[in-house]
Structures are given as structure tokens and as C-alpha cells.
């Protein structure tokens, strides 16, 4: 989370009697049932194994990954820092954001979100691909950052935090961040555009804030920032959002970690052919787990919502229909592969009352019986509900592992999801059970508490991969760790 949350305004007098924060996590029994990436890691045939990690909200620019990567090195001492290996980034390039495709036709009161084919350039999705070999585990991790959030700049940018510095203030970082130069690199993460003009954005930083320091920077990062992405992924931006990422991952499955021989990574990209395994079924050549925080679950899982074609002419919407049966396979391999889930920040059991479930409607005649009116069909949502995306996910896992070891019903391993949640991160909510899926909720402290009575919300939110503890639950081999 932004940094200029200076909760030290309250609290800088009473700094140097802060509490420690804990390394503890509860309930510790619950540890005792569930695998880890540690565990993957040591497969006896030695297969990758792919974090694909999925930011929450308030992105300001690629690499969110690398306070994990860093932990992973300096808490766990299971690597330096300079072992881990860029292995390139990729665009969504398809469909939609294929090169030289006008924008989509969306309007934001009027007024278009995007204003030319180079704005709608600028706004597709990207992984960024890390590789490494962590001490003890003879396997290699890759970790796919997989960035959604490019898509929705243009609005934040114009439609909130321009007319914001007329009003609360400027936000002197998050205007930065909206005016910045676009970058020279090829192989830069990302493509950072001026979605408000320099000249511009240094004439609003320029402007006198009305609101009071605490509520202002409050409201420019968690409301305008942050909150305003929760209001975008469960919106019409759903699917634009949901068909980038889907192109990402179908990216990650085609990386081959094997393959990293030249220094920017181009030749691992594309050369595993996934499409084969999957055919196969005959072996899990790949595994996936994923790592998301707070609305990266809900992306990530949004994935699994089926697509259709949506092309004018019968050419384009044939092209379509192929493309879309392609990643719907790489959906297909990547959960099929993947059993262990791990929920940083959860937003879930707030962002599943946008999408509530249907009953069956009651028929006509027991209602004509009952002198009731047949009540309207509620509005169709682009997005399925959570619980049938998690539903398909265990049944396409399910489906592999019984592939796998069709006469060892005991080897098959059960899918498991993991929710942190720290208690005192004001935008975290645990995770209910979802269908007939356990939901293990663990609960952590990211920070110090002062008194016992606040605990930073920018750490509490933000700092689980900070956290030892944490970290031992996702890396720790607990087979290992279970002989002891």
C-alpha cells in the first residue's frame, strides 16, 4: 500500500514503545493436514513448479512480486536475493489486445476510457516471468507476476485522481505514477504512459490541499486508489480484465524454466508444449500454485468463467471461437495441476455479495396454487459465482489426479486453500467454505501493535509476505517437518 499513509501522525510520539509483532499462527493444528510449495518442490521427478502470483489492489507499477522473492531469501535463507533470474515478460496479444485494435467502447460518463489504439496499447495486461533454485529443493520455482491491473489506469487516473486534487487534494506519488514517461526498453515490464498530461499533473500537485492531512491521504490511496479497483473487476471491466489474465496464463504454461539459455529470458517463452500434456494426462509434468492477494483471488478464479466469441464478422468470429477453446484448455491443464491455493488479504465474502447465487425459479403452477406472482429474473452478471468457479476447479483437478493414479485412490492429492488473514487488516475478511471446499483460515500479525490499540493498515494489509510466518506455512516441507 501507498507509503504516504503516515499513521505516525497519530502515533510518532508513542513510537519507540511499539509492541512486537507476533510470528505466531492459529490455529496450529490446522498446519498438520496441508502440503506446501516445499512439499512440490520435492517431487521425486523433479517437475517445475510455477507460483503464479496474483497482486490485489492499489498497483502502481510491475514488481509487486519482489517483496516475496526477497523474503524467500532473507527470512528463510533459502536463497540471495541475486539468485533469482528475470526470465522476461509477455503481453496479452491476442483478441482484444492484439497490435493495432481499436479500443473497447467503453464510456465513463460520456467520455471515452481510451482515446486511441496507442492508449489501448498501453493498457494490456503483462507476466513478468522469475526463475530459481532454492537451497535443499532440487526442483525449480518459477514465479509468474502475473500484472492485471494496466487495463484499469486510464480511468483511475483521469476520472479519480484528476478532479480529486481539485477536491480532497493531489496525491503527489499517485500523480507520479499517472503522468510517467512512456518507457524506451523492449523488454520493459510493462509500458507506463502519461495518462494525464506531465504539464498537467505538475499543475495539479501544485494545488492547495481542502481536506485535512489524515482523511485526505486516506481517501486518495484507500478509497480512489484501491477501492475504486474492487468497483472496476466486479463491473464491466470483468471481462476485459479476466480475458488478459487468461492470455497471461496460458503464457505461463507455455514457459519453459528449462529453457532460460539466452539473457532476457525469449527463449523459455512459448517451448513447452502444454497442449500435448494435456492430451496425455499421463503425468504431472507441471505444478501450480497460486499466491494472490486480497482481489488477485477473486481475479484468478475468475479465469475458470466460461467465454464466449464476440466478433461482427463470421471470419473473425471463427478466429475467436479457436482462440477461446485454446485457453480454455490452458485453463483446463493450469487447475487441472494445480491443488494448494493461498489467499493473502481476503475481499471474497465482500466481493461475492456483487454476484449472489440463484435458486431455481418455483414452477408456475404450484405458485398459481399458492396465489403468488412469478417474482422477475434477476439481471445476468458477466461473471459466474465464486463457489461454481472453485466447484470446476476441484472437478477439473479431481479429474487429473484420478488420470494420474487411476488405481491409487489414496495418492491423489485433494485440493487445499489456505486464507490468511491478519485481524487487524482493515480490508481482510476470512474466507467462508466455498461448496463442498474446506477453507483452512489462518490467522496472522503482520505488524507491531501499539498499545493494543492500532496496528499500520498499510502493514497489516500489505506485509504477509513479510511475514516469517507466513512464509513458513507456504515453504516449509511438511512431510519432512511431520517425521519430527
Not at 523433479?46 to 512480486?65: A, C, E, F, M
Not at 465513463?108 to 486511441?116: D, T
Not at 494525464?196 to 481517501?219: D, S, T, Y
Not at 486464507?419 to 474446506?438: C, E, F
Request: aromatic fraction near 8%; include cysteine; hydrophobic fraction near 45%.
Amino acid at each position: 500500500m501507498h507509503r504516504t499513509i503516515r499513521i505516525a501522525l497519530f502515533l510518532g510520539v508513542f513510537g519507540v514503545m511499539a509492541a512486537q509483532a507476533k510470528d505466531a499462527i492459529s490455529p496450529k493444528d490446522a498446519l498438520k493436514t496441508l502440503t506446501s510449495i516445499g512439499d512440490a518442490l520435492n517431487s521425486p521427478d523433479q517437475h517445475p513448479v510455477h507460483i503464479l502470483y496474483v497482486p490485489g489492489i492499489g498497483q502502481v507499477g510491475p514488481g509487486n512480486s519482489q517483496i516475496l522473492r526477497d523474503s524467500i531469501c532473507t527470512k528463510l535463507n533459502l536463497c540471495q536475493k541475486s539468485d533469482w533470474k528475470y526470465a522476461g515478460v509477455e503481453f496479452a496479444h491476442k483478441g482484444e489486445f492484439a497490435d493495432g485494435v481499436e479500443p473497447p467502447v467503453l464510456k465513463y460518463l460520456g467520455s471515452p476510457v481510451w482515446n486511441s489504439r496507442e492508449e489501448w496499447h498501453a493498457a494490456a495486461p503483462f507476466v513478468v516471468h522469475w526463475v530459481v533454485h532454492l537451497r535443499g529443493h532440487p526442483a525449480v520455482l518459477v514465479l509468474d507476476e502475473l500484472n492485471w491491473w494496466p487495463p484499469v489506469m486510464a480511468l483511475k487516473c483521469r476520472r479519480i485522481m484528476a478532479p480529486e486534487a481539485y477536491f480532497a487534494g493531489p496525491d503527489r506519488n499517485l500523480l507520479r505514477v499517472c503522468s510517467q514517461a512512456p518507457a524506451q526498453e523492449p523488454n520493459q515490464p510493462g509500458r507506463p504512459f502519461p495518462w494525464i498530461e506531465p504539464e498537467r499533473a505538475a499543475e495539479l500537485v501544485a494545488m492547495h490541499p481542502h481536506a485535512v492531512p489524515v482523511n485526505r491521504v486516506l481517501k486518495n490511496f484507500l478509497v480512489d486508489w484501491e477501492l475504486s479497483d474492487v468497483l472496476l473487476a466486479t463491473g464491466q471491466m470483468s471481462g476485459i480484465l479476466r480475458d488478459g489474465l487468461r492470455q497471461l496464463m496460458a503464457e505461463s504454461a507455455a514457459f519453459d524454466p528449462n529453457a532460460t539459455a539466452s539473457a532476457n529470458g525469449s527463449d523459455a517463452r512459448g517451448r513447452y508444449n502444454w497442449s500435448a500434456q494435456l492430451r496425455q494426462n499421463a503425468a504431472l509434468d507441471q505444478e501450480f500454485i497460486g499466491v494472490t492477494h486480497s482481489l488477485g483471488s477473486y481475479l484468478l478464479f475468475n479465469t475458470l468463467t466460461p467465454e464466449s466469441a464476440n466478433a461482427p464478422a463470421s471470419e473473425l468470429a471463427a478466429a475467436e471461437a479457436q482462440r477461446i477453446a485454446a485457453e480454455d484448455s490452458a485453463m483446463r491443464y493450469i487447475f487441472g495441476r494445480m491443488s494448494l491455493n493461498y489467499f493473502f488479504a481476503n475481499q471474497l465474502e465482500l466481493l461475492e455479495v456483487t454476484n449472489l447465487e440463484t435458486e431455481p425459479s418455483i414452477p408456475a403452477a404450484e405458485l398459481k396454487s399458492r396465489a403468488l406472482e412469478a417474482p422477475p429474473p434477476p439481471p445476468a452478471n458477466p461473471a459466474a459465482n465464486f463457489r461454481s468457479l472453485v466447484t470446476r476447479w476441484q472437478q477439473l483437478q479431481a479429474d487429473f489426479q484420478a488420470a494420474i493414479h487411476p488405481n491409487e485412490e489414496a495418492a491423489r492429492q485433494k485440493i487445499q486453500v489456505v486464507a490468511l488473514n491478519d485481524p487487524s487488516d482493515v480490508i481482510t475478511w476470512r474466507v467462508s467454505r466455498i461448496g463442498n471446499v474446506d477453507v483452512v483460515n489462518l490467522d496472522v500479525q503482520d505488524a507491531p501493535h501499539w498499545f493494543g490499540l492500532v496496528e499500520a493498515p498499510n502493514a497489516a494489509h500489505d506485509d504477509y509476505p513479510r511475514n516469517k510466518a507466513v512464509l513458513r506455512v507456504l515453504f516449509e516441507d511438511t512431510r519432512h517437518a511431520a517425521a519430527h
